[in-house]
Structure formats: C-alpha cells, structure tokens
C-alpha cells in the first residue's frame, strides 16, 4: 500500500489540476457566450433601426420629394451601415472604429432628415410619420442600452481572462480580449449652440 501512495496523491493532485482547469475554461466560455449574446441584441437593435429607415424615407418622400438629396444620403447611409458586420469575439479596434463610424453615419443621416422634416407642417402632423418617428426614436434608446450591456458583459469577460490564474489558460486556449464601443470622436466636447 505504501509503493502506492505517492502514485495515488499525484493522481488526485493531477485530477485537481485537471478539474480546476476545466472550471476556468468553462467560465471563460460562459463569459464569452453573454458578451457574444449581447453583440448580437446590438446588432439586432440597430437592424430594428434600418429595417424602421425605409417607411421613414417613404412617408417623407410622399411630402417632400424634392429634397432627394437628403433621402439618397439617408438611403445610401442605411446601406453601408448594414453591410459592415463583425465578430465581437475576432475584432480589431479597427473593425469597431469602422463599424461605429457607419452607424455614426446614419445617424447624421438621419438627424439631416429630422432638420428637412421642420420645414413640412404636414409631414410633421402625419401620424404615419409621427409614429414612424416614435419607433425610431425608441429603437435609438435601445441601441444604446444594448451597447452599453454588451461593454458591460464584454468587460467582465476581458477581466476575468486577464486576472491570475484565469490568464495563464486563456492565452493558451485563444480566449483574447473583446473590443469595447468607445465614444464617438468629439461627443466629449458639448456642441455650441448659437441663436444669432
């Protein structure tokens, strides 16, 4: 019994390694998994967002036609701001800086469009438009809420692969930090606003 001993204690130890280790990538996985999810309600709220665009520009149209250049420009936003796609879980800051730069532009698109619909009391009373208007505006807020869960899933996630021990599996399993929505360039500085 006693050749067998030292035998027997490296075979728990070694389990114990074994398991501890399983329980790390486990919960890297796990971690990566929310954050994955919660880039994907990201990207299905500014999908909410294009799909909501066309009937805008068409109900707009029906009132001011002539302002083609606006709705182009806001087609034509809608249009690169779907075709740029990434995975949150192999993206470079790159990748993001482009991807929040297309949704940036659309944005504006969008924002030139409300400055156009000023000028049409009728448009603004239509209740198509009115309703189309609300959507848009509450789809907005939860592209926001959405991104802001996802830095937050996507934090934990690149805090817990970077601390001891979790880090010393993860670069070895190809579990790499995620890449975080940083803030648009200029929105920390408060725009001027000139009555004059």
Not at 37 to 43: D, I, L, R, S
Not at 73 to 94: H, L
């Amino acid at each position: 019994m006693k050749k067998w001993l030292p035998l027997i204690i490296i075979l728990i130890v070694a389990f114990g390694i074994f398991k501890w280790g399983v329980g790390l990538n486990n919960t890297m996985v796990e971690k990566q998994e929310t954050a994955k999810t919660q880039w994907a309600n990201v990207e299905s709220a500014y999908q909410r967002r294009a799909d909501l665009i066309p009937n805008l520009v068409n109900t707009v149209k029906g009132y001011a036609s002539h302002e083609k250049e606006t709705l182009e420009g806001v087609i034509q936003a809608r249009a690169n701001a779907t075709k740029t796609t990434i995975d949150p879980t192999n993206v470079t800051p790159e990748q993001m800086a482009a991807f929040q730069k297309a949704q940036t532009g659309l944005s504006g698109a969008l924002s030139k469009l409300m400055v156009v619909v000023e000028r049409y009391p009728d448009l603004k009373a239509n209740q198509n438009f009115l309703e189309l208007q609300s959507q848009l505006e509450g789809t907005e807020n939860r592209i926001n809420v959405e991104r802001n869960r996802y830095n937050s899933s996507a934090k934990d996630y690149n805090v817990y692969i970077r601390k001891f021990p979790a880090t010393i599996l993860a670069g070895m399993l190809g579990f790499d930090p995620l890449v975080l929505f940083q803030g648009a360039e200029g929105s920390d500085k408060a725009p001027t606003v000139d009555f004059n």
